[in-house]
């Protein structure tokens, strides 16, 4: 049937921590070839692997030749999915800042092996795109960084760990994704860049890293490569054969990035856009949230072959590809099938943690300290938190959580608590200026510092006051070109635990930071 033969090329999501009956009919009646997990399918350890191992079961019971592709972004840093039970790891720019190679490949190899403890065969990560514009606002600190040579290197390395832990690497997002300023899970970015300038920077990483199993397309408008105009990378015969097959010689699969994101739904539309990036040259769609649009995608696809205006022998290339994948890392003999199996030990062990903990501390960075570091723990100290907050849609507002104070609470239990909200008011500080200059030490946690103007206007008037602050940069780095001058910086690169949890321990003097900024602040 080529109904089942065109599911192969779908990778669908949905709701909940159990399969919904209409999934279980997609991958009866369509062979659905993989399934996206989000943080909305995640509880304990133990029960990912009961959704994973079900999943699985119901494809066999389907007759599946072959299991299913389970993948999920764990990029670790701002975006992750698992959960409790779980080691949170490093993510991108904070291994970039710490610029090791084997940070970046024992960080993969333990992140593949929780992962496959878990059921997930395929990580959509790492992110190789060459972050050069302080204004991205989706890609940032999932980066490594500024140079395509340190991204490229890491790149390599990261995905030798997952691959070695038995895990299907993705570099994403082709071509490049890391000098715009529009999000495209919102609208269309556009990178007007020539050819010569997308060589040296967007495309090395892809070029040099192409023993990934996986290249994710973007959905952005690449002018120099595709002639029609407004028209994404994904959906473009150029970019996803002309360039990447053909000039390039990737032989790997070529993923799609989610067809439900905005700048394909609220263009083409996902269910023809679907079919359009399978004529450029793309092997699996994504179509990561709406029933009725998967459904639609499949039928839409299925007229497309029948109509001829998507040959058979395109389908069938992209499902041997698909099967040889398949074939290099998973079989029924290492799939789990029983929902009521354990999970290894070792996922979110001792081990894993003691590993991430130094990797934190290699990337943390001391941007600068003018003699305030470290603090006495018996100093009189206040810690002001920003509230929780993500800049795009991939993040998880669930791991946005700010846990600044709970980790200078470990060295001064008696700090101050205070949680800056958006209604204060300059007269406000103004009339409070006097109670903070009464502490020792302000520690200052930063997020999304331009768009948060109450943080900067707050910050000017500590300065202004010769009030002792040290700032936490809890995200971006950029943020620190436009900070006062401070006693000190330090920069995170994410909220994570584990990452406040090295800056403290740097603030009071009880652990080294040996980060440097992977990144260029003007």
């Not at 539309?269 to 359009?276: D, P, Q, R």
């Not at 302000?442 to 707050?458: E, K, N, R, S, T």
Request: hydrophobic fraction near 40%; aromatic fraction near 6%.
């Amino acid at each position: 049937m080529i109904e089942k033969t065109i599911g192969e090329l779908f990778v669908i999501g949905f709701d909940g921590k159990v399969i919904p009956e209409s999934i279980k009919q997609l991958i009866h009646n369509y062979h659905i070839g993989g399934i996206i997990l989000f943080t909305r399918n995640i509880g304990s350890p133990n029960e990912v692997l009961a959704l994973t191992a079900s999943l699985q079961k119901e494809a066999r019971d389907a007759g599946y030749e072959r299991p299913l592709l389970i993948c999920v972004d764990q990029e670790n840093g701002t975006v992750r999915r698992l959960g409790e039970g779980t080691t949170i790891f490093p993510g991108g720019m904070t291994i970039g800042a710490s610029d090791s190679e084997e940070n970046a490949y024992q960080i993969g190899y333990a992140s593949g092996k929780e992962l496959r403890a878990l059921g997930i065969n395929w990580n959509l990560a790492p992110v190789v795109d060459v972050n050069v514009n302080p204004d991205n606002p989706v890609i940032g600190v999932r980066s490594y960084g500024e140079s395509p040579e340190r991204v490229t290197r890491l790149a390599k390395a990261a995905v030798k760990g997952m691959q070695d832990a038995g895990v299907v690497t993705t570099l994403k997002h082709f071509p490049g994704h890391g000098d715009t300023k529009v999000d495209s899970h919102l609208a269309l970015p556009v990178i007007p860049h020539n050819i010569g300038r997308l060589e040296d920077i967007e495309l090395r990483p892809f070029r040099e890293c192409l023993e990934s199993d996986v290249i994710m397309s973007a959905h952005i408008y690449f002018p120099a490569l595709e002639p029609a105009k407004d028209k994404p990378a994904t959906l473009s015969k150029e970019v996803m054969t002309g360039l990447l097959r053909d000039k390039l010689g990737y032989t790997g699969l070529i993923t799609t990035d989610c067809m439900e994101m905005n700048a394909i739904s609220e263009t083409i539309g996902t269910e023809k856009g679907v079919v359009a990036a399978l004529q450029a040259g793309v092997d699996l769609a994504m179509v990561s949230h709406t029933l009725q649009k998967q459904i639609g995608a499949l039928k839409e696809v299925k007229l497309a072959v029948e109509s001829g205006k998507l040959s058979r022998e395109s389908i069938l290339s992209s499902v041997k590809r698909i099967r040889r994948v398949k074939d290099t890392y998973i079989n029924w003999n290492n799939t789990v099938l029983d929902s009521s199996a354990s999970v290894p030990s070792f996922v979110g062990g001792n081990d894993h943690r003691e590993l991430a903990k130094e990797a934190y501390r290699q990337g943390v960075t001391m941007v600068y300290n003018h003699g305030l570091i470290p603090i006495d723990s018996g100093s009189d100290m206040a810690v002001v938190t920003p509230l929780a907050a993500v800049q795009s849609a991939a993040e998880d507002s669930s791991h946005a959580a700010i846990r600044l104070y709970d980790v200078i609470c470990a060295y001064q239990p008696h700090a101050k608590n205070i949680t800056l909200t958006e209604d204060w008011t300059e007269e406000y500080i103004h009339e409070q200026i006097e109670h903070w200059k009464q502490y020792d030490a302000v520690i200052f946690g930063v997020q999304y510092l331009a768009q948060h103007p109450v943080q900067q206007l707050f910050l000017e008037i500590l300065a202004a006051n010769d009030v002792p602050v040290i700032a936490i940069v809890m995200k971006s780095p950029y943020d620190v070109a436009i900070l006062p001058e401070l006693q000190a910086c330090i920069c995170t690169y994410e909220v994570s635990y584990p990452a406040l949890e090295v800056a403290a321990s740097a603030v009071f003097g009880k652990g080294d930071i040996l980060g440097g900024l992977p990144v260029t602040i003007n």
